[in-house]
């Protein structure tokens, strides 16, 4: 830190904030810390009494905050991200379209171990709309050594680090299992609520059918919307360990390749997903969507409805933040179910 003459300060770093006073009508600092003078803050600097200043040196192989914010903000921005300016040493990304929000946790973490440095996400995986808050990029000094920006970039690799994906999945079919439904003996109080929570991603359920119990039954019926023009097929049904549920063997049997069945959430352990060899997702669905506010379901399709192709291990890291608390109010997604 150096004190100069304010007419000599053009391009030099401020140390401290400086507060400007109009009787009557304001005050409040008129130029914050790491402010980079101009030309034109030079009458102001002086119609406020400031004929020296304090500011940095900014010796070689430094960078002032702002400058390592956009750097930083360089690992983070991708496509449908818009950028907030760069205030305080302080960059905010934001969301552009109606998508979801994808962060890559394991290169995030490798930046933030290094010293001095900060990138701030929101939870990942979650439903985010146009001008939602993605991250905020800042180092903590005022100037900040650049070797140290470099190993943030060497550990960022060489794509963002972040990214928000449309919703391209736009049709599914329904496959509703049940003789009691079937036969008309109960209504059929589940396919609402999926078509809700499918609309809500922009997706409509374009076909749809009641079969009755059994395995041959449902396989036909997957069958069936298997050679329909849908980008995903449902079963909503028959999906527990009794010994007259046979969705999850009907799914199997229809050639779908299974990631998992069965999930470290309540609500949704039972919950199934695999994929056809054309890429179309198959989901049975457990009885708890139809009544819970939140459940495996609304932690998954989010990412599937983006085209994300789900793997075990996806679904191993939903244990932590998998149970629902179940509260008398429900915030959902703003608490800790799913980690969202």
Known sequence: ??????????????????????????????????????????????????????????EPGFLHENDAAERLC???????????ETKEGKIELSSDIDGVFLVDTERLNAVNSIDEIMIATRRGN????????????????LVIEEEKLRQAEQAAGGTPILEVRPFTLKTAAVVTTGSEVAKGRIPDSF???????LAALGIRMTEHVLVEDGMENVAAAIEQMKNKPVDMILCTGGMSVDPDDSTPGAIKQSGADIVTYGAP????????????????????????VMYAKATIFDLVLPRIAAGVRLTRRDFVALGEGGLCLGCEVCTYPHCGFGGV
């Not at 360089?74 to 449908?80: D, E, F, G, R, V």
């Not at 396919?191 to 929570?197: A, D, G, M, Q, S």
């Open 74 to 84: 360089a690992l983070c921005q991708n496509a449908n991200m818009r950028k907030s």
């Open 191 to 197: 396919t609402p609520v999926v078509e809700r929570k």
């Open 126 to 141: 979650g439903i985010v709309h146009p001008g939602d808050k993605l991250c905020g990029t800042r180092v903590i000094p």
């Open 1 to 58: 830190m150096k004190c100069i003459k304010t007419e000599d300060a053009v391009g030099h770093v401020l140390c401290h904030d400086m507060t400007q006073i109009i009787p009557g009508v304001s005050k409040g600092p008129r130029f914050r810390k790491g402010h980079i003078v101009t030309a034109e803050d030079i009458p102001v600097l002086l119609s406020m009494g400031k004929e020296q200043l304090y500011v940095w040196e900014l």
């Open 265 to 288: 959430v309540l609500p949704g352990a039972m919950f199934l997903l695999g994929y056809y060899a054309d890429g179309r997702p198959v989901m049975g669905l457990p009885g708890c």
